[in-house]
């Protein structure tokens, strides 16, 4: 890309972000009754559930208090209102989000009475992320605080992730999934500066392993989501569930972790698999990445396999405009057109803004929620400002 | 109906229910290898997992015991081979199925190991369903006595049926769910001459009071899926949550119910009620009912609401066609025989047998399994059997 087309697209990105994203939520999101955030939106911003999802309020803390950090450039004004708004969801957390041993429940009603356990270790990395990025905006130490024992508590917590609340028998069927390390490189990255490096690049480096070792399989130029824990693979609905979007996801992870030592040589081969995922992903017949597949092509157990979500497409923009910046590669290049074209013809919703979620196979919206039980404030607005990141310092460097 | 279209559609169901489901079924679902029945077959009858799923495995063995006693104008030899099939699955259920404490595991491997703790109530009672029929078609006493100590452990269980699994935080959001009552129903009717009358009586009125003044609410026309115990709604996705397929299921159970007692006002009640539910679940623009719906119109949680599924389908057939010959009601008939041409539409191969599973909205095939995690051999089968049994009643009483 040229000078003018960086230029234009950091202009595109920007304006989605902080023009149709952003106002959205910052307009429909806040319940300034009783705290936290509403993330049940339909189109035009309407609350159609008041129930606090904890993971969904994390992520919302994170990315209010990232904006504030991020948007230095902008109105101060507008700055502090993020800053706010992120305090607003970051003391609902505080007040109502831990059930007695420290863990983070996984939802509350509106007013923040508890209504399901804390049986996903998920709520509890979002919260560790969201609070370690609101301390950062902020300066608040009770945040750091909070999100360090959270960050301790998930380490005790990761190998049965589940507890009590477990119903697999993994002793008969010990398959590895893809979510525990692809969080960890995330975490690893997100606590930097908060926690001591060695346990952070410790954590960092055997995320980076297992899915380099395990998940990915050169031979059949595949990305596993579940893996045996000798990479093996096991010939069942589970063994063979490909999810290009996570697989995508994790690959920029580890593409900004080795891109942040230098590590040639494994930059180009986290681009190269990227170049595998994407394409056993995508539907040729109507566009876009599918939600799952089947490594053998057989039906999944997932009704919804077919479906085009917003956070894929989002997480694959971030990996192939990140693998193109580091290699120039123009099949990086293509793939991110392509995905940024699918995207814009696509999701934002022009009359109402911010980005549908759920489209079915052939591109029509298939579920009108803007935010629900698993669609927030988070892989949009983290996609579209570490994009614009990239993008301005590809300008810098005159790059293409 | 006149009697020429009676004995049509009679010989329609009968031809494809003995012509195309249980051919299907006999020839790729039973594992002769390790025991039980594969449930995961593609369009083809390719097995595509060899998990066994403990209600999948229940429900099988209630339809090939059912088949045995019900077919009795079938060949000896075809019928005989029914009960080899269901004894071929109880025995796969009495030494693999049960953890120690006597209640049914939810998953087991190929060869019986178990996968997935006994977390759900489910698979208990279609496995007492299912031997119950067994010991009705074969004599076993062990069948019985399975049965019967496991329908004891299911009235043990049932006020926390998920029992150390239980996520919810009950006493925050104390909503009902329908599908203990529409079970309850259904048991009531199946172990009839195996448990104390009283018992049985006890339990169908319960299960009938539920639904009537809890879960049907008269002044806004709507069967609710959860509501409060005191018949209350709550305006959250849980609480707006339409399931048709549900809500027609138990209707039909509480009709037939109803019939037994010949209790005519109640007839019509529930018949009047399978108007309102029909008409709000149908999508008057593609046909066919919807999976769920939200009472408000908004979207729900579920990615596949939009679906159209086979057993929403079968189910739906039952309830208008016993209404129907209950009530000669002309409304009843006209959505009979709109469902009957939305089935023939749309869900039999006609290639490779048995009826697709998962239809998009716009009715094109979804997934091209016929059998998998949740789709068995027990929905089609049962609702044509009883679809015969009942146009074969109404050629004999020349209804019409």
């Not at 596993?224 to 824990?229: A, C, D, G, S």
Request: proline share 4%.
């Amino acid at each position: 890309m040229n000078k003018s087309e960086l230029a234009k697209l950091h202009k595109k990105y920007k304006e989605n972000l902080l023009q149709s994203v952003v106002p959205f939520w910052e307009k429909y999101s806040p319940d300034m009754e009783s705290g936290g955030y509403f993330t049940c939106l339909d189109r035009d911003g309407t609350v159609f559930d008041t129930d606090k999802f904890i993971w969904m309020q994390g992520r919302e803390v994170w990315t209010f208090s990232r904006l504030y950090s991020w948007a230095s450039g902008e109105s101060l004004e507008r700055r502090n209102h993020w800053l706010e708004l992120a305090a607003h969801g970051a003391r609902f957390l505080r007040e109502h989000g831990q059930a007695p041993q420290g863990d983070w429940y996984f939802a509350l009603d509106r007013s923040g009475q508890p209504l399901v356990e804390p049986y996903n270790i998920f709520s509890d990395y979002f919260v560790a992320a969201g609070l370690a990025e609101y301390h950062r905006a902020s300066g608040e130490i009770w945040a750091l605080d909070l999100a360090l024992s959270t960050f301790n508590r998930i380490q005790d917590r990761k190998a049965k992730p589940k507890g009590i609340w477990t119903k697999q028998i993994g002793v008969n069927r010990p398959l590895l999934a893809m979510g525990i390390p692809m969080m960890d490189a995330w975490m690893a990255r997100e606590l930097r500066g908060l926690v001591e490096p060695g346990t952070l690049d410790a954590l960092a480096a055997a995320a980076e392993t297992q899915v380099m070792q395990l998940h990915v399989d050169r031979e059949r130029k595949t990305v596993f989501e579940r893996v045996l824990p000798d990479g093996g693979h096991l010939d069942c609905m589970d063994g063979r569930l490909l999810n290009p979007g996570h697989a995508l996801e994790v690959l920029w992870f580890l593409l900004r972790q080795a891109a942040e030592r230098n590590d040639k040589l494994r930059i180009d081969e986290i681009a190269g698999i990227m170049l595998w995922s994407a394409s056993s992903g995508w539907d040729s017949q109507h566009g876009g990445f599918f939600y799952y597949r089947d490594f053998k092509g057989y039906p999944t157990e997932k009704l919804e396999s077919d479906m085009k979500l917003w956070w894929v497409h989002a997480e694959a923009l971030c990996a192939f405009l990140l693998a193109y910046k580091l290699t120039g590669n123009p099949e990086h290049l293509a793939w991110f057109e392509k995905i940024d074209a699918y995207i814009f013809d696509h999701f934002p919703d022009r009359k109402y803004g911010e980005w549908y979620g759920y489209l079915d196979r052939q591109g029509n919206v298939a579920l009108s929620l803007k935010g629900g039980k698993w669609k927030g404030f988070f892989h949009i607005p983290r996609a579209l400002m570490q994009c614009v990141d990239w993008l301005h310092e590809m300008e810098e460097a005159d790059v293409g």
